[in-house]
């Protein structure tokens, strides 16, 4: 006789990873935590080091795969005032490697290597295979060549850190198109019902729960789905109209429509699914269109490299898709309603079907492509239910410098900032800390000359200068708490340029501490 436990599914409870990774898998999943163990990063340190450490801090701890420093410099007594990942011990030793040494006790799971050159050498290993590379300023302009000459090849990101007294900034440069698929859009905005445009199955699902609405006692008419009640009363608008509500007024009257049908002969005095019904009609009922994003997207004309990708193949699916059904797949999520759990689950299942249909079209279109055969579905998946927030980022120029017209005004801009009620522009700490990228002892005068170079007659601006005055105070020394914070904003975007999840800055963020202010600008 068979035993009832041994028919019993054996109960999985999280894994040691799972329970280590918690709080995080819930922000970048699965997908975004293996992306991140399978990364390589390369830190190119040099200056005070702290800000690319600290960086690193911030990722070892999540579980990035292997990174590596590449660091000439050995340990002197002012490494340990601001830097806590050395210690006496350290003195005279390589900094990469005392570095590495103490990074890694945050972190088992992680593997690093360290790099120290010798003069005359490469300043880190060009046969190693970097998912991304950050650099610390102030850097030797070889090094920054090579830095940009490997990125370029092997179209990897890059990252540029500087931190200085109380300022500091960093520059994404990704390859000339980032696409990401997961944008992580606020769950409101994701929700695609389709009310304009039902399929059979969920008009008939509406048409069943409201047959003889107003004969259905207070209970069942109490609990019809708000989207049911929806896709009711537009019928009966259609009939009445001869059309469906178009207009802002056309909606307002509809909306009326639908709150006069609430039943108000009860204990509360109304209906709570009818409420939710009229508070969703301006947002619901309205056709479907592209944002710019997505348009951005489908116009964008990939290279042959690019389009063998498997985001490019899969977005000329999609595509195809809009073309033929003039909408997007249907995400399958349903938002929380008033509704018998029954008749929710039902309507749940509704949806799912659907956008499984529609991932499976689309998925038919994949594999008809030459290089679509070995495609994930999973992949797929993602991209149909993530496809209406789709957002191609286009990468910094690292041979473009910085636009005088738009630095010019974006200095005049202060003096109207008092008038407008709005911020001073933290631009002329980057152009103060830019000109110091190699060399970081430079006086004020020899700063603002440098600027001028790019920028005439920007020393006359009397902030700027005051700013040039505080970074030659400094002279390239850092403080670790705004080294620290630095570092994690840093770190965040690197998690968001590895996973391909959220939305990188573009492309340049600057901090002031004596304000405690930044601000993102796209230079």
Aim: net charge negative; glycine share 6%; proline share 5%.
């Amino acid at each position: 006789m068979t035993s009832v436990n041994a028919l019993l599914p054996v109960l999985q409870g999280p894994t040691d990873k799972e329970k280590k990774y918690d709080r995080q898998l819930r922000l970048w999943a699965a997908s975004g935590q293996q992306a991140l163990e399978d990364a390589h990063l390369l830190l190119l340190n040099s200056g005070g080091g702290t800000v690319g450490v600290e960086t690193l801090k911030n990722l070892v701890l999540p579980g990035i795969g292997k990174f590596t420093i590449a660091d000439a410099a050995n340990v002197e007594e002012a490494d340990l005032g601001v830097n806590f990942f050395l210690d006496e011990e350290s003195l005279g030793k390589s900094r990469a490697e005392s570095c590495v040494k103490l990074l890694l006790e945050l972190n088992p799971d992680v593997k690093g290597e360290w790099f120290q050159s010798k003069k005359g050498e490469d300043s880190f290993d060009v046969q190693q295979k970097y998912t991304i590379i950050l650099y610390s300023y102030p850097i030797e302009p070889q090094t920054l060549k090579a830095a940009q000459s490997y990125a370029l090849e092997h179209k990897v990101p890059l990252i540029a850190i500087h931190s200085a007294g109380f300022y500091s900034y960093f520059r994404t440069f990704l390859p000339s198109s980032f696409p990401i698929v997961d944008t992580h859009p606020d769950s409101t905005a994701t929700t695609d019902l389709r009310l304009l445009t039902p399929w059979e199955e969920l008009s008939k699902f509406a048409a069943d729960l409201t047959k003889n609405i107003d004969g259905q006692s207070a209970h069942e008419h109490g609990h019809i789905p708000w989207i049911a009640l929806i896709l009711h009363f537009l019928t009966k608008w259609e009939v009445d109209h001869g059309s469906l509500p178009s207009t802002y007024k056309d909606k307002t009257a509809f909306r009326k429509l639908v709150s006069d049908a609430t039943r108000t002969d009860n204990a509360e005095g109304g209906e709570e699914n009818f409420e939710e019904a009229v508070a969703a009609v301006l947002k619901t009922v309205s056709a479907p269109t592209l944002s710019s994003s997505v348009r951005e997207v489908f116009d964008y004309k990939p290279n042959e490299v690019e389009s063998s990708s498997s985001f490019w193949i899969i977005a000329d699916a999609i595509k195809q898709f809009h073309q033929k059904h003039n909408q997007l797949p249907l995400p399958g999520s349903v938002p929380d309603m008033k509704a018998q759990s029954t008749v929710y689950v039902q309507l749940q299942n509704i949806y799912k079907s659907k956008a499984r249909e529609d991932v499976a079209e689309v998925l038919e279109t994949v594999r008809a492509h030459p290089g679509g055969k070995d495609i994930d579905v999973a992949e797929v998946e993602s991209f149909c239910k993530n496809a209406a927030f789709i957002k191609l980022i286009h990468g910094g120029d690292l041979k473009k410098h910085l636009d005088p017209d738009f630095a010019s005004k974006e200095l005049k801009s202060d003096e109207d900032a008092a008038m407008f009620m709005t911020p001073l522009s933290l631009l002329p700490i980057y152009l103060s800390l830019e000109a110091t990228s190699h060399v970081s002892s430079l006086s004020s005068s020899d700063i603002l000359a440098t600027i001028d170079k790019t920028i005439p007659g920007a020393s006359s601006n009397t902030r700027l200068v005051q700013i040039t005055e505080e970074v030659a105070r400094a002279k390239g020394g850092e403080l670790h708490n705004i080294s620290a914070l630095t570092g994690g904003m840093v770190a965040q975007e690197v998690i968001k340029i590895i996973t391909r999840q959220y939305i990188p800055i573009d492309n340049l963020c600057i901090f002031d501490g004596i304000s405690s202010r930044a601000q993102v600008l796209r230079i």
